[in-house]
């Protein structure tokens, strides 16, 4: 039988791992990034492993970006970043300020 859990777990995937640095709130490197579904030099949102993550500061520009690997560098000075909770009515409101 292990022949058989070994083949089952082969063919699905593995969730990556989701991991945030914070470097002296000017570089913020992300791991597990599915997505980048907006951005500019004030905000991004981004589909993560773990939910959909707000980052919003002054001046941040995609230093790096390898969707493949999960990985996500941002400079700028970082104020803040939140996650969406798959809460309907908050994600609604929340994403309605985001796009307005």
């Known amino acids: 039988m ?5 083949t089952y777990n082969q063919g699905r995937s ?11 709130r000017r570089k913020l490197e992300v791991q597990g990034v599915e997505d980048v579904d907006s951005f500019d030099t004030e905000e991004f949102l981004l589909k993560t492993t773990q939910g959909y993550l707000v980052i919003q500061g002054h001046n941040l520009h995609m230093k790096n970006l390898n969707v493949e690997q999960g990985l996500l560098t941002i400079q700028g000075r970082i104020a803040s ?6 809460d309907q009515k908050q994600s609604k409101s929340l994403l309605g300020k985001l796009f307005k």
Request: aromatic share 14%; no cysteine.
């Open 14 to 24: 593995q969730q990556k791992d989701h991991e945030l640095k914070l470097v002296n």
């Open 2 to 6: 292990s022949y058989e859990k070994t």
């Open 81 to 86: 970043f939140s996650y969406i909770d798959n």
